[in-house]
């Protein structure tokens, strides 16, 4: 056991006992109808608040922002009272948690919009790799995505105030600190990317412009939160969803000066050495450090080890763990004891109910059958 990660961080305003984060992570499990967190989500979450921070499972900012059947929105007063529910209950158990803010973009289906209208995007491009989630006559399905249509100039700001009137959801269903996800190839990172955005009004062309959203988005949280309660998840290099950003690194370079301008709490940076991506390199590394003063959250493939390790060279403050948090959720005490780790079901991680969600069992418990 490497004592870093249990040397106690402070991130923004909030105190964090440990560097063990729990990564979001998207489980399709929200009551219905209205895709409300219920109390199995805060039993789920519960059970990981030993985490230091725990950044819960991507939330749509509006029915437009949504890909996925059976994820918990926060734009209704539905579930942002579910949601209390869930913050309530991690706080009651000495838990910290933030909430991650979420617009899919083209990475939708007609199904899962209004009226059953088309997905937006920066472009009309249709993402030929991604899916969506919906429910079909026979079932849940994954299925391919619909092709998008470009959003109009002056519908930009509209989408800019849903991230803020969701900003101000999360502050009063209790979240600690909000997170804009400005990641994996969802509607900030198609903006943000050279491939998915051939825009040539004031928010397509140059670096800059491809990402005036995001920063729009991000100072509208801030403007509802402060900017010590508000983090931003990247992800430099994210090769899925069709994205092939030509300009990735001085994009995301740029973006850590514009963090670090505003002074927000953290970046989280998601990195896709997991899914078979590019490994980041030790100079862009520094150069994001640089760049960015405030915290930095790593995620993707680190065990405690590699996590302790980036720690100590100096190019991160905490490491977010996703699918060993889905199995263990004591993982904290795993890995202070260096016990081993249940192992994941991929075959229960997207819809269901309790099995492959609650039952994975802590150390004093009989090994999960994955």
Not at 80 to 87: A, I, K, N, Y
Not at 239 to 247: K, P, T, V, Y
Not at 330 to 357: H, M, Q, W
Request: include cysteine.
């Amino acid at each position: 056991m490497n004592p870093i990660l249990f040397t106690p961080l402070r991130v923004g305003d909030l105190d964090c006992p440990n560097r063990i984060v729990m990564a979001p992570l998207t489980r399709s499990r929200a009551g219905q109808p209205g895709d409300v967190p219920r109390a199995m989500n805060a039993r789920y979450y519960v059970q990981r608040a030993s985490a230091g921070l725990i950044v819960s499972e991507a939330s749509p900012i509006s029915r437009q922002g949504t890909g996925y059947a059976f994820t918990p929105g926060i734009h209704t007063d539905a579930q942002e009272q579910g949601w209390r529910g869930v913050t309530d209950a991690v706080h009651a158990a000495g838990g910290r948690i933030a909430l991650q803010l979420w617009h899919v973009g083209r990475i939708s289906h007609h199904l899962l919009q209004d009226g059953g209208a088309a997905p937006v995007a920066p472009s009309a491009l249709r993402s030929e790799t991604g899916e969506s989630f919906v429910v079909l006559p026979e079932g849940p399905r994954r299925v391919p995505c619909d092709t998008p249509r470009a959003l109009e100039t002056d519908e930009i700001p509209r989408i800019v105030a849903d991230y803020a009137a969701a900003a101000q959801r999360g502050l009063r269903a209790g979240f600690d600190m909000l997170e804009l996800h400005a990641a994996n190839g969802y509607l900030l990172q198609q903006f943000l990317s050279t491939n998915s955005n051939l825009r040539t009004d004031a928010y397509g062309g140059s670096l800059e412009r491809r990402a005036r959203i995001v920063l729009d988005a991000l100072d509208a949280l801030i403007a509802v939160a402060g900017a010590q309660r508000v983090g931003v998840r990247v992800s430099p290099h994210f090769h899925r969803h069709d994205i092939a950003d030509a300009q990735t690194e001085p994009m995301h370079v740029y973006l850590a000066e514009q963090f670090q301008r505003r002074g927000v709490a953290y970046m989280h940076i998601a990195e896709s050495v997991w899914s078979g991506g590019p490994a980041l390199g030790d100079a862009f590394r520094r150069d994001l450090r640089q760049a960015f003063r405030g915290r930095i959250i790593v995620c993707g493939g680190y065990d405690a080890a590699s996590g302790a390790a980036r720690i100590e060279q100096g190019l991160a403050d905490a490491v977010a763990f996703g699918r060993s948090f889905i199995a263990n959720p004591d993982l904290v005490a795993r890995i202070r004891s260096g016990a081993g780790l249940n192992k994941p079901d991929p075959t229960t991680f997207y819809g269901g109910g309790e099995a492959g969600y609650l039952d994975y069992p802590s150390l004093d418990e009989a090994p999960h059958a994955a």
